[in-house]
């Protein structure tokens, strides 16, 4: 069975610390994406990144990198000089890579991220 | 260019009641999902519509339903309402060839008295 575990549930710290959310999953398939969403205050759960299972390349967009590492079954998301804009809920999620079941998203519990000014 | 819209915002029912959501995907997405938020069990997959058809269902039991219609809207109907059911529940379209990546809805807030 497909399960993703997000063992941070709250995480506080003050603005332009760095901070890093763990993601750990657990799967038998052999090919599979990786998403990780923010759902801020106001509810609407936005897309921040997807990986597919072949591709642990680490990534970096701005303040946000990414680093997949399929030996420890870990996808972790770390914010550089955190903002308090980067307050959230931000869940980790991974989905078969099969056609037609991408979208069937399974979620972690999430973690809550405080950015104190 | 207008996102996923999803009537109504709030509502409350009761007990054996039943309810039907809304939700008007992002133009031009044909696949529609829903999702359940509560506290206790987080995220939750209820099902996905592409071009009218159910392409994937979660473990609900058949009190949840949905269907697409063919300009891509959905709607999403829950029969005799349990206290379980009050959740957040969630709306989210996408285009093709971009898997998983979701566009939600500010979602609909169903309250079971």
């Known amino acids: 069975a497909q399960k993703v575990t997000q063992a941070q549930t709250e995480i506080s710290v003050v603005e332009k610390e760095d901070v890093t959310l763990d993601c750990v999953y657990e799967?038998?398939?052999?090919?599979?994406?990786l998403f990780w969403y923010k759902q801020p205050p106001s509810g609407e759960l936005v897309f921040l990144i997807r990986?597919?299972?072949?591709?642990?390349q680490n990534e970096i967009s701005g303040r946000y990198s990414w680093n997949f590492q399929k030996s420890t079954s870990s996808f972790n998301f770390t914010i550089t000089a955190s903002q308090v804009v980067d307050s959230a809920v931000y869940f980790c999620?991974?989905?078969?890579?099969?056609?037609?079941?991408?979208?069937?998203?399974?979620f972690g519990t999430g973690t809550l991220l405080a950015v104190q000014p | 260019k207008a996102g996923v819209t999803q009537t109504p915002r709030y509502l409350i029912k009761t007990r054996g009641q039943q309810v039907t959501l809304s939700c008007s995907p992002i133009?031009?997405?044909?696949?529609v999902s829903w999702y359940q938020q509560t506290p206790g069990q987080g995220l939750q997959f209820l099902f996905e519509?592409?071009?009218?058809?159910?392409?994937n269902k979660g473990n609900f039991p058949g009190r949840f339903s949905g269907r697409q219609f063919s300009n891509s809207r959905s709607e999403m109907n829950v029969s005799t309402l349990e206290l379980g059911d009050s959740a957040l529940y969630l709306c989210?379209?996408?285009?093709?060839?971009?898997?998983?990546?979701?566009?939600f809805g500010e979602g609909s807030r169903l309250t079971v008295l």
């Open positions: 989210a379209s996408s285009l093709g060839g971009r898997p998983g990546e979701l566009f």
């Open positions: 799967t038998r398939d052999t090919t599979y994406y």
């Open positions: 990986r597919n299972s072949f591709d642990e």
């Open positions: 999620a991974l989905s078969e890579a099969l056609r037609g079941a991408t979208n069937k998203l399974i």
């Open positions: 133009s031009g997405h044909r696949s």
């Open positions: 519509y592409f071009s009218e058809t159910q392409r």
